[in-house]
Protein backbone atom coordinates (compact mmCIF):
# COMPACT_ATOMS: atom_id res chain seq x y z
CA UNK A 1 0.00 0.00 0.00
CA UNK A 2 2.77 2.33 0.51
CA UNK A 3 4.09 2.11 -2.92
CA UNK A 4 0.81 2.91 -4.38
CA UNK A 5 0.62 5.90 -2.23
CA UNK A 6 3.73 7.04 -3.39
CA UNK A 7 3.23 6.65 -6.87
CA UNK A 8 -0.31 8.25 -6.79
CA UNK A 9 1.14 11.12 -5.04
CA UNK A 10 4.41 11.49 -7.64
CA UNK A 11 1.33 11.59 -10.06
CA UNK A 12 -0.42 13.88 -8.45
CA UNK A 13 2.17 16.38 -8.05
CA UNK A 14 3.46 15.56 -11.64
CA UNK A 15 -0.24 16.50 -12.96
CA UNK A 16 -0.36 19.69 -10.73
CA UNK A 17 3.29 20.80 -12.06
CA UNK A 18 2.40 20.26 -15.53
CA UNK A 19 -0.86 22.75 -14.73
CA UNK A 20 1.34 25.49 -13.27
CA UNK A 21 3.73 25.34 -15.91
CA UNK A 22 0.83 26.18 -18.49
CA UNK A 23 -0.11 28.38 -16.17
CA UNK A 24 2.87 30.25 -16.13
CA UNK A 25 3.54 29.53 -19.86
CA UNK A 26 6.75 28.26 -18.87
CA UNK A 27 7.79 24.42 -20.51
CA UNK A 28 6.69 21.12 -18.11
CA UNK A 29 10.00 19.33 -18.12
CA UNK A 30 11.54 22.86 -16.35
CA UNK A 31 9.22 23.49 -13.77
CA UNK A 32 9.06 19.89 -12.91
CA UNK A 33 13.05 19.16 -12.45
CA UNK A 34 12.57 22.54 -9.96
CA UNK A 35 9.21 20.96 -7.93
CA UNK A 36 11.13 18.00 -7.72
CA UNK A 37 14.66 19.52 -6.31
CA UNK A 38 12.85 21.60 -3.77
CA UNK A 39 10.65 18.69 -3.00
CA UNK A 40 13.69 16.58 -2.54
CA UNK A 41 14.30 18.20 0.74
CA UNK A 42 11.08 18.31 2.02
CA UNK A 43 11.06 16.43 5.39
CA UNK A 44 8.27 13.50 5.12
CA UNK A 45 7.91 13.62 1.24
CA UNK A 46 7.95 10.33 -0.05
CA UNK A 47 11.58 9.13 -1.85
CA UNK A 48 12.09 7.11 -4.23
CA UNK A 49 15.74 6.31 -5.50
CA UNK A 50 15.48 5.41 -9.66
CA UNK A 51 16.82 2.24 -10.68
CA UNK A 52 18.56 1.73 -13.95
CA UNK A 53 16.34 -0.69 -15.09
CA UNK A 54 13.10 0.85 -14.05
CA UNK A 55 14.35 3.61 -16.78
CA UNK A 56 16.12 1.29 -19.21
CA UNK A 57 13.25 -0.89 -19.59
CA UNK A 58 9.68 0.31 -17.50
CA UNK A 59 9.69 4.27 -18.59
CA UNK A 60 11.67 4.37 -21.57
CA UNK A 61 10.64 2.17 -23.58
CA UNK A 62 6.73 3.75 -24.42
CA UNK A 63 8.32 6.97 -24.50
CA UNK A 64 10.36 5.80 -27.49
CA UNK A 65 7.39 3.59 -28.79
CA UNK A 66 4.61 6.83 -29.07
CA UNK A 67 7.59 9.56 -30.50
CA UNK A 68 8.25 6.93 -33.14
CA UNK A 69 4.76 6.19 -33.96
CA UNK A 70 4.13 9.96 -34.56
CA UNK A 71 6.96 10.12 -36.40
CA UNK A 72 6.74 10.62 -40.29
CA UNK A 73 9.23 7.94 -41.80
CA UNK A 74 9.46 9.72 -45.46
CA UNK A 75 10.58 12.92 -43.19
CA UNK A 76 13.00 10.36 -41.15
CA UNK A 77 14.30 9.11 -44.38
CA UNK A 78 14.77 12.41 -46.43
CA UNK A 79 16.77 13.68 -42.88
CA UNK A 80 18.59 10.55 -42.39
CA UNK A 81 21.86 12.13 -43.02
CA UNK A 82 21.60 14.73 -40.33
CA UNK A 83 20.18 12.68 -37.88
CA UNK A 84 22.66 10.22 -38.15
CA UNK A 85 25.48 12.90 -37.75
CA UNK A 86 24.18 13.88 -34.49
CA UNK A 87 22.63 10.43 -32.84
CA UNK A 88 26.15 8.63 -33.92
CA UNK A 89 28.40 10.67 -34.81
CA UNK A 90 27.67 13.54 -32.51
CA UNK A 91 27.51 11.29 -29.20
CA UNK A 92 31.20 9.77 -30.17
CA UNK A 93 32.16 12.73 -30.63
CA UNK A 94 31.00 13.87 -27.30
CA UNK A 95 31.73 11.08 -25.51
CA UNK A 96 35.58 11.21 -26.81
CA UNK A 97 35.53 14.94 -26.11
CA UNK A 98 34.03 14.43 -22.20
CA UNK A 99 36.18 11.75 -21.62
CA UNK A 100 39.63 13.19 -22.40
CA UNK A 101 39.04 16.20 -20.69
CA UNK A 102 38.27 14.21 -17.28
CA UNK A 103 40.89 11.86 -17.99
CA UNK A 104 43.44 14.94 -18.16
CA UNK A 105 41.63 16.39 -14.83
CA UNK A 106 41.77 13.31 -13.45
CA UNK A 107 45.00 10.89 -14.52
CA UNK A 108 44.41 8.30 -11.83
CA UNK A 109 41.03 7.08 -12.88
CA UNK A 110 41.72 5.00 -16.50
CA UNK A 111 40.17 6.65 -19.23
CA UNK A 112 37.74 3.57 -20.34
CA UNK A 113 35.93 4.90 -16.72
CA UNK A 114 36.05 8.14 -18.36
CA UNK A 115 34.96 7.43 -21.40
CA UNK A 116 32.09 5.56 -19.83
CA UNK A 117 30.93 9.08 -17.93
CA UNK A 118 31.13 10.51 -21.61
CA UNK A 119 28.78 7.85 -22.95
CA UNK A 120 26.28 8.97 -20.17
CA UNK A 121 26.10 12.44 -20.42
CA UNK A 122 26.36 12.26 -24.22
CA UNK A 123 23.30 11.74 -25.22
CA UNK A 124 20.28 15.06 -25.23
CA UNK A 125 17.20 13.14 -23.71
CA UNK A 126 14.39 11.95 -26.18
CA UNK A 127 11.39 13.33 -24.14
CA UNK A 128 12.87 16.94 -23.43
CA UNK A 129 13.98 17.69 -27.12
CA UNK A 130 10.73 16.89 -28.41
CA UNK A 131 8.77 18.65 -26.10
CA UNK A 132 10.60 21.68 -26.04
CA UNK A 133 11.08 22.00 -29.80
CA UNK A 134 7.21 21.40 -30.64
CA UNK A 135 6.39 23.64 -27.83
CA UNK A 136 7.80 26.60 -29.20
CA UNK A 137 7.18 26.01 -32.66
CA UNK A 138 10.82 25.69 -34.28
CA UNK A 139 10.60 25.02 -38.00
CA UNK A 140 9.08 21.34 -38.88
CA UNK A 141 12.23 20.04 -40.22
CA UNK A 142 14.54 21.07 -37.13
CA UNK A 143 12.11 19.38 -35.03
CA UNK A 144 12.10 16.08 -36.96
CA UNK A 145 15.90 16.29 -37.09
CA UNK A 146 15.60 16.74 -33.31
CA UNK A 147 13.03 13.74 -32.71
CA UNK A 148 15.18 11.17 -34.86
CA UNK A 149 18.00 12.43 -33.25
CA UNK A 150 16.77 11.70 -30.09
CA UNK A 151 15.25 8.61 -30.87
CA UNK A 152 18.68 7.14 -31.81
CA UNK A 153 21.22 8.75 -29.54
CA UNK A 154 20.11 6.76 -26.66
CA UNK A 155 21.25 3.42 -28.33
CA UNK A 156 24.81 4.55 -29.85
CA UNK A 157 25.62 5.97 -26.08
CA UNK A 158 24.00 3.10 -24.37
CA UNK A 159 26.56 0.89 -26.78
CA UNK A 160 29.57 2.69 -26.28
CA UNK A 161 28.49 2.16 -22.32
CA UNK A 162 28.72 -1.30 -22.34
CA UNK A 163 31.98 -1.48 -24.26
CA UNK A 164 33.73 1.52 -22.03
CA UNK A 165 32.40 -0.36 -18.70
CA UNK A 166 33.56 -3.92 -20.37
CA UNK A 167 37.23 -2.55 -20.62
CA UNK A 168 36.74 -0.45 -16.97
CA UNK A 169 36.17 -3.38 -15.29
CA UNK A 170 39.07 -5.58 -16.84
CA UNK A 171 37.53 -7.41 -19.81
CA UNK A 172 39.62 -7.76 -22.67
CA UNK A 173 37.79 -5.50 -25.23
CA UNK A 174 39.52 -4.90 -28.77
CA UNK A 175 38.46 -4.53 -32.84
CA UNK A 176 36.71 -8.05 -32.56
CA UNK A 177 34.82 -7.35 -29.07
CA UNK A 178 33.60 -3.91 -29.92
CA UNK A 179 32.65 -5.32 -33.66
CA UNK A 180 30.56 -8.00 -31.54
CA UNK A 181 29.05 -5.88 -29.52
CA UNK A 182 28.02 -3.69 -32.00
CA UNK A 183 26.29 -5.75 -34.49
CA UNK A 184 24.89 -7.52 -31.68
CA UNK A 185 22.94 -4.45 -30.08
CA UNK A 186 22.44 -2.27 -33.49
CA UNK A 187 21.93 -5.25 -35.45
CA UNK A 188 19.64 -7.22 -32.77
CA UNK A 189 17.77 -4.23 -32.70
CA UNK A 190 16.82 -3.95 -36.12
CA UNK A 191 15.83 -7.45 -36.32
CA UNK A 192 13.82 -7.97 -33.36
CA UNK A 193 12.01 -4.14 -34.50
CA UNK A 194 11.55 -5.61 -37.74
CA UNK A 195 9.92 -9.26 -36.69
CA UNK A 196 8.03 -7.19 -33.60
CA UNK A 197 6.78 -4.72 -36.89
CA UNK A 198 5.87 -7.95 -38.45
CA UNK A 199 4.00 -9.70 -35.67
CA UNK A 200 1.98 -7.39 -34.53
CA UNK A 201 1.16 -5.30 -37.32
CA UNK A 202 -0.53 -8.95 -38.20
CA UNK A 203 -2.17 -9.11 -35.33
CA UNK A 204 -3.15 -5.36 -35.46
CA UNK A 205 -4.91 -5.91 -38.46
CA UNK A 206 -6.91 -8.44 -37.67
CA UNK A 207 -8.47 -6.64 -34.59
CA UNK A 208 -11.78 -5.03 -34.84
CA UNK A 209 -12.33 -4.15 -30.86
CA UNK A 210 -10.87 -0.24 -30.10
CA UNK A 211 -10.28 -2.08 -26.56
CA UNK A 212 -8.18 -5.08 -27.72
CA UNK A 213 -6.50 -2.54 -29.97
CA UNK A 214 -5.39 -0.20 -27.18
CA UNK A 215 -4.33 -3.27 -24.74
CA UNK A 216 -2.28 -4.68 -27.56
CA UNK A 217 -0.86 -1.20 -28.24
CA UNK A 218 0.35 -0.75 -24.44
CA UNK A 219 1.95 -4.22 -24.43
CA UNK A 220 4.14 -3.71 -28.07
CA UNK A 221 6.97 -1.53 -26.75
CA UNK A 222 7.87 -3.76 -23.66
CA UNK A 223 7.03 -7.05 -25.40
CA UNK A 224 9.87 -5.84 -28.15
CA UNK A 225 12.06 -5.12 -25.39
CA UNK A 226 11.97 -7.82 -23.47
CA UNK A 227 12.37 -9.81 -26.55
CA UNK A 228 15.91 -8.12 -27.25
CA UNK A 229 17.08 -8.10 -24.07
CA UNK A 230 16.86 -11.58 -23.75
CA UNK A 231 19.42 -11.96 -27.04
CA UNK A 232 21.42 -8.91 -25.81
CA UNK A 233 20.04 -7.14 -28.21
CA UNK A 234 19.36 -3.13 -28.23
CA UNK A 235 15.74 -2.58 -26.75
CA UNK A 236 15.89 0.89 -27.73
CA UNK A 237 16.61 1.09 -31.40
CA UNK A 238 14.01 -2.55 -31.75
CA UNK A 239 11.45 -0.24 -29.93
CA UNK A 240 12.18 2.82 -32.07
CA UNK A 241 12.31 0.52 -35.54
CA UNK A 242 8.71 -1.10 -34.71
CA UNK A 243 7.18 2.34 -34.06
CA UNK A 244 8.39 3.55 -37.29
CA UNK A 245 7.11 0.46 -39.29
CA UNK A 246 3.73 0.30 -37.44
CA UNK A 247 3.44 4.13 -36.86
CA UNK A 248 3.82 4.66 -40.93
CA UNK A 249 1.53 1.67 -41.32
CA UNK A 250 -0.86 2.66 -38.73
CA UNK A 251 -3.92 4.12 -40.52
CA UNK A 252 -4.40 0.96 -42.76
CA UNK A 253 -3.74 -1.11 -39.81
CA UNK A 254 -6.30 0.01 -37.41
CA UNK A 255 -9.97 1.10 -37.80
CA UNK A 256 -10.93 4.74 -37.51
CA UNK A 257 -12.31 4.06 -33.69
CA UNK A 258 -9.39 2.21 -32.53
CA UNK A 259 -6.64 5.06 -34.29
CA UNK A 260 -9.08 7.23 -31.56
CA UNK A 261 -8.66 5.25 -29.04
CA UNK A 262 -5.31 4.31 -29.06
CA UNK A 263 -4.18 8.64 -30.10
CA UNK A 264 -6.01 9.16 -26.85
CA UNK A 265 -4.83 7.07 -24.39
CA UNK A 266 -1.15 7.28 -25.69
CA UNK A 267 -1.51 11.07 -25.12
CA UNK A 268 -2.75 10.65 -21.39
CA UNK A 269 0.41 7.54 -20.91
CA UNK A 270 3.32 9.94 -22.68
CA UNK A 271 1.90 13.07 -20.54
CA UNK A 272 1.62 11.06 -16.91
CA UNK A 273 5.23 9.30 -18.17
CA UNK A 274 6.99 12.73 -18.98
CA UNK A 275 5.81 14.48 -15.48
CA UNK A 276 7.05 11.51 -13.30
CA UNK A 277 10.59 11.11 -15.54
CA UNK A 278 11.37 14.88 -14.69
CA UNK A 279 9.79 15.31 -11.53
CA UNK A 280 11.98 11.84 -10.63
CA UNK A 281 14.69 13.36 -11.61
CA UNK A 282 14.61 15.88 -9.69
CA UNK A 283 14.06 14.33 -6.43
CA UNK A 284 17.48 12.30 -6.81
CA UNK A 285 19.31 15.70 -5.61
CA UNK A 286 19.73 13.72 -1.94
CA UNK A 287 21.04 10.65 -2.73
CA UNK A 288 23.62 11.96 -5.40
CA UNK A 289 24.73 14.50 -2.58
CA UNK A 290 24.97 11.77 -0.21
CA UNK A 291 27.99 9.90 -1.04
CA UNK A 292 29.63 12.82 -2.64
CA UNK A 293 32.76 13.18 -0.80
CA UNK A 294 35.09 15.35 -2.51
CA UNK A 295 36.33 18.51 -1.88
CA UNK A 296 34.19 21.51 -2.51
CA UNK A 297 36.80 23.05 -5.08
CA UNK A 298 37.54 19.73 -6.81
CA UNK A 299 33.74 19.47 -7.75
CA UNK A 300 33.16 22.92 -8.68
CA UNK A 301 36.16 22.65 -11.28
CA UNK A 302 35.17 19.28 -12.93
CA UNK A 303 31.86 20.07 -12.93
CA UNK A 304 32.44 23.55 -14.54
CA UNK A 305 34.90 21.46 -17.99
CA UNK A 306 32.50 18.63 -18.35
CA UNK A 307 29.58 21.17 -18.67
CA UNK A 308 32.01 23.01 -20.67
CA UNK A 309 32.55 20.33 -22.91
CA UNK A 310 29.20 18.93 -23.02
CA UNK A 311 27.89 22.35 -24.35
CA UNK A 312 30.52 23.72 -26.37
CA UNK A 313 31.51 19.82 -28.27
CA UNK A 314 27.38 20.37 -29.63
CA UNK A 315 28.50 23.44 -31.62
CA UNK A 316 31.86 22.05 -32.84
CA UNK A 317 30.66 18.80 -33.98
CA UNK A 318 27.30 21.11 -35.89
CA UNK A 319 28.81 23.62 -37.73
CA UNK A 320 32.01 21.89 -39.68
CA UNK A 321 29.51 18.68 -40.17
CA UNK A 322 26.99 21.40 -41.76
CA UNK A 323 29.00 22.86 -43.73
CA UNK A 324 31.43 21.14 -45.24
CA UNK A 325 29.29 18.30 -46.69
CA UNK A 326 28.18 21.29 -48.56
CA UNK A 327 31.42 20.56 -50.78
CA UNK A 328 30.08 17.41 -51.88
CA UNK A 329 27.66 18.05 -54.62
CA UNK A 330 25.05 15.06 -54.19
CA UNK A 331 25.03 15.52 -50.22
CA UNK A 332 24.12 19.55 -50.68
CA UNK A 333 21.12 18.70 -52.68
CA UNK A 334 17.83 19.08 -50.62
CA UNK A 335 20.18 20.13 -47.65
CA UNK A 336 20.41 23.85 -47.98
CA UNK A 337 17.94 24.90 -46.39
CA UNK A 338 19.03 23.91 -43.14
CA UNK A 339 22.97 25.00 -43.76
CA UNK A 340 21.97 28.37 -44.40
CA UNK A 341 21.83 30.63 -42.70
CA UNK A 342 23.84 29.31 -39.28
CA UNK A 343 20.76 30.01 -37.24
CA UNK A 344 19.71 26.95 -38.08
CA UNK A 345 22.62 24.71 -36.72
CA UNK A 346 22.95 27.18 -34.30
CA UNK A 347 19.01 26.65 -32.36
CA UNK A 348 19.94 23.03 -33.06
CA UNK A 349 23.17 23.03 -31.26
CA UNK A 350 21.41 24.86 -28.08
CA UNK A 351 18.95 22.07 -28.16
CA UNK A 352 21.04 19.60 -26.14
CA UNK A 353 19.09 18.95 -23.07
CA UNK A 354 20.08 16.07 -21.15
CA UNK A 355 17.34 13.76 -19.08
CA UNK A 356 16.46 10.42 -17.68
CA UNK A 357 18.42 8.19 -19.32
CA UNK A 358 21.13 10.02 -18.35
CA UNK A 359 20.83 9.39 -14.89
CA UNK A 360 19.78 6.00 -15.32
CA UNK A 361 22.81 5.16 -17.10
CA UNK A 362 25.23 6.90 -14.23
CA UNK A 363 23.43 5.25 -11.65
CA UNK A 364 24.54 1.68 -13.72
CA UNK A 365 28.33 2.96 -13.51
CA UNK A 366 30.35 -0.18 -11.47
CA UNK A 367 31.05 -0.16 -7.98
CA UNK A 368 34.65 -0.51 -8.79
CA UNK A 369 37.00 -0.87 -11.09
CA UNK A 370 39.74 -3.67 -12.29
CA UNK A 371 42.83 -3.93 -9.57
CA UNK A 372 41.13 -1.40 -7.40
CA UNK A 373 42.20 1.26 -9.91
CA UNK A 374 41.23 4.56 -7.97
CA UNK A 375 37.31 5.62 -9.24
CA UNK A 376 35.68 8.48 -7.25
CA UNK A 377 31.93 6.85 -8.59
CA UNK A 378 29.63 9.15 -6.33
CA UNK A 379 31.57 12.16 -8.47
CA UNK A 380 30.75 10.55 -11.93
CA UNK A 381 26.41 10.33 -10.88
CA UNK A 382 27.14 14.25 -9.53
CA UNK A 383 28.61 15.53 -12.78
CA UNK A 384 26.00 13.05 -14.16
CA UNK A 385 23.14 15.15 -12.86
CA UNK A 386 24.58 18.58 -12.96
CA UNK A 387 24.65 18.00 -16.62
CA UNK A 388 21.07 17.10 -16.73
CA UNK A 389 19.91 19.91 -14.29
CA UNK A 390 21.84 23.11 -15.97
CA UNK A 391 20.89 22.01 -19.91
CA UNK A 392 17.44 21.35 -18.76
CA UNK A 393 16.86 24.35 -16.92
CA UNK A 394 19.39 26.20 -18.59
CA UNK A 395 19.03 25.74 -22.12
CA UNK A 396 15.58 24.05 -21.65
CA UNK A 397 14.03 27.98 -20.17
CA UNK A 398 16.43 30.09 -22.54
CA UNK A 399 15.79 27.91 -25.90
CA UNK A 400 12.68 29.55 -26.68
CA UNK A 401 14.05 33.24 -26.09
CA UNK A 402 17.33 31.89 -28.28
CA UNK A 403 14.64 30.56 -31.20
CA UNK A 404 13.06 33.99 -31.00
CA UNK A 405 16.18 36.13 -30.90
CA UNK A 406 17.29 34.35 -33.64
CA UNK A 407 13.70 34.94 -35.81
CA UNK A 408 13.78 31.40 -37.45
CA UNK A 409 11.28 31.74 -40.08
CA UNK A 410 7.95 29.99 -39.33
CA UNK A 411 6.76 26.99 -41.78
CA UNK A 412 4.64 28.71 -44.57
CA UNK A 413 1.46 28.30 -43.22
CA UNK A 414 0.19 29.39 -46.57
CA UNK A 415 1.68 26.43 -48.74
CA UNK A 416 0.90 24.43 -46.22
CA UNK A 417 -2.79 25.45 -46.67
CA UNK A 418 -2.32 25.12 -50.24
CA UNK A 419 -1.37 21.44 -50.40
CA UNK A 420 -3.45 20.12 -48.15
CA UNK A 421 -6.49 21.77 -49.73
CA UNK A 422 -5.18 20.54 -52.87
CA UNK A 423 -4.92 16.79 -51.49
CA UNK A 424 -8.60 17.51 -50.19
CA UNK A 425 -9.84 18.28 -53.54
CA UNK A 426 -8.46 15.13 -55.28
CA UNK A 427 -9.69 13.65 -52.04
CA UNK A 428 -13.26 15.10 -52.98
CA UNK A 429 -13.25 13.93 -56.11
CA UNK A 430 -12.36 10.25 -54.96
CA UNK A 431 -15.53 10.55 -52.36
CA UNK A 432 -17.78 11.81 -55.24
CA UNK A 433 -16.61 8.79 -57.91
CA UNK A 434 -17.31 6.12 -55.12
CA UNK A 435 -21.01 8.07 -54.40
CA UNK A 436 -21.82 8.24 -57.58
CA UNK A 437 -20.75 4.05 -58.15
CA UNK A 438 -22.94 3.57 -55.33
CA UNK A 439 -25.86 5.92 -55.59
CA UNK A 440 -28.71 3.66 -56.82
CA UNK A 441 -28.68 2.07 -53.81
CA UNK A 442 -29.63 4.56 -51.20
CA UNK A 443 -32.64 7.39 -51.04
CA UNK A 444 -31.84 10.52 -53.51
CA UNK A 445 -32.12 12.85 -50.40
CA UNK A 446 -29.33 10.52 -48.61
CA UNK A 447 -26.80 10.87 -51.76
CA UNK A 448 -27.44 14.23 -51.88
CA UNK A 449 -26.70 14.93 -48.64
CA UNK A 450 -23.34 13.47 -48.86
CA UNK A 451 -22.72 15.12 -51.83
CA UNK A 452 -23.17 18.50 -49.71
CA UNK A 453 -21.13 17.01 -47.06
CA UNK A 454 -18.31 16.17 -49.74
CA UNK A 455 -18.52 20.03 -51.09
CA UNK A 456 -18.36 21.26 -47.35
CA UNK A 457 -15.17 19.84 -46.68
CA UNK A 458 -13.77 20.61 -49.61
CA UNK A 459 -14.67 24.43 -49.14
CA UNK A 460 -13.14 24.67 -45.69
CA UNK A 461 -9.78 23.26 -47.02
CA UNK A 462 -9.93 26.11 -49.31
CA UNK A 463 -11.42 28.74 -46.51
CA UNK A 464 -8.04 28.54 -45.03
CA UNK A 465 -6.34 30.02 -47.35
CA UNK A 466 -8.63 33.31 -46.51
CA UNK A 467 -7.78 36.28 -44.15
CA UNK A 468 -7.39 35.07 -40.88
CA UNK A 469 -8.84 38.44 -39.94
CA UNK A 470 -11.90 37.72 -40.35
CA UNK A 471 -14.97 34.67 -40.17
CA UNK A 472 -14.81 31.97 -42.72
CA UNK A 473 -18.39 30.10 -42.87
CA UNK A 474 -16.81 27.23 -41.32
CA UNK A 475 -16.12 29.29 -38.67
CA UNK A 476 -19.39 30.55 -38.17
CA UNK A 477 -20.51 27.16 -38.46
CA UNK A 478 -19.05 25.58 -36.05
CA UNK A 479 -19.11 28.81 -33.61
CA UNK A 480 -23.08 28.32 -33.55
CA UNK A 481 -23.27 24.55 -33.56
CA UNK A 482 -21.29 24.85 -30.47
CA UNK A 483 -24.13 26.71 -28.69
CA UNK A 484 -26.50 24.33 -30.04
CA UNK A 485 -24.73 21.73 -28.90
CA UNK A 486 -24.29 22.92 -25.38
CA UNK A 487 -28.04 23.80 -25.36
CA UNK A 488 -28.59 20.03 -26.31
CA UNK A 489 -26.74 18.83 -23.75
CA UNK A 490 -28.64 20.85 -21.23
CA UNK A 491 -31.92 19.53 -22.24
CA UNK A 492 -30.46 15.97 -22.08
CA UNK A 493 -28.89 16.59 -18.35
CA UNK A 494 -32.53 17.98 -17.04
CA UNK A 495 -34.73 15.18 -18.36
CA UNK A 496 -32.13 12.84 -16.65
CA UNK A 497 -32.42 14.96 -13.59
CA UNK A 498 -36.49 14.91 -13.92
CA UNK A 499 -36.18 11.13 -14.26
CA UNK A 500 -37.65 11.46 -18.11
CA UNK A 501 -35.13 9.11 -19.43
CA UNK A 502 -32.31 6.48 -17.49
CA UNK A 503 -28.74 7.30 -17.38
CA UNK A 504 -27.74 5.04 -20.26
CA UNK A 505 -29.91 7.46 -22.53
CA UNK A 506 -27.96 10.40 -21.30
CA UNK A 507 -24.37 8.35 -21.92
CA UNK A 508 -25.37 7.68 -25.63
CA UNK A 509 -26.64 11.14 -26.29
CA UNK A 510 -23.59 13.06 -24.59
CA UNK A 511 -21.11 10.84 -26.48
CA UNK A 512 -22.83 11.71 -29.62
CA UNK A 513 -22.47 15.46 -28.72
CA UNK A 514 -19.19 15.23 -27.59
CA UNK A 515 -17.83 13.43 -30.21
CA UNK A 516 -19.33 16.10 -32.77
CA UNK A 517 -17.95 18.57 -30.30
CA UNK A 518 -14.74 16.82 -31.15
CA UNK A 519 -14.92 17.23 -34.52
CA UNK A 520 -15.66 20.74 -34.52
CA UNK A 521 -12.97 21.66 -33.18
CA UNK A 522 -10.76 19.78 -34.75
CA UNK A 523 -11.74 21.71 -38.10
CA UNK A 524 -11.55 24.53 -36.06
CA UNK A 525 -7.76 24.18 -35.74
CA UNK A 526 -7.99 24.29 -31.67
Known sequence: MEGLFEVVVFLAVATLGAALARKLGLLAPIVLVVVGLVLSFVPGFPHVRLEPELVLVGILPPLLYVAALETSVPAFRHNLRPILLLAVGLVLFTAVAVGLVLHLLLPAVPFAACLALGAVVAPPDAVAATAVARRIGLPR??????EGESLLND??????FRVAVLAAVGSAVGVAEVTREVLVSAGGGVLIGALGALVFGFVHKRISDPLLDNALSLIIPFAVVFTAEEIHASGVVAVVVTGLALGHKLPRLLSAASRLQVGAVW????????GLVF?????QLPDVLQDLDEPAGRVVGVTAAVLGVVIVARFVWLFPVTYLTRLVPRLRRGEAKLAKPAKYPAVVGWAGMRGVVTLAAALALPLTLADGAPYPRALFIWLAFAVIVVTLVGQGATLPAVARRLKLPPDDAVQDALSAAGVQQQASRAARERLDELADSAPEPVVNRLRRAV????????ERLGSAERETPSQAYGRLRQEMIDAEREVFRVARDTGRIPEEVLVRAYRDLDLEESLLKQEGGE
Do not use: H, K, P, S
Not at 141 to 146: D, H, K, Q
Not at 267 to 274: C, K, M, S, T
Open 141 to 146: RVVTIL
Open 155 to 160: ATALVL
Open 279 to 283: LLVGL
Open 267 to 274: RLVRFLLE
Open 455 to 462: DDRTNMAW
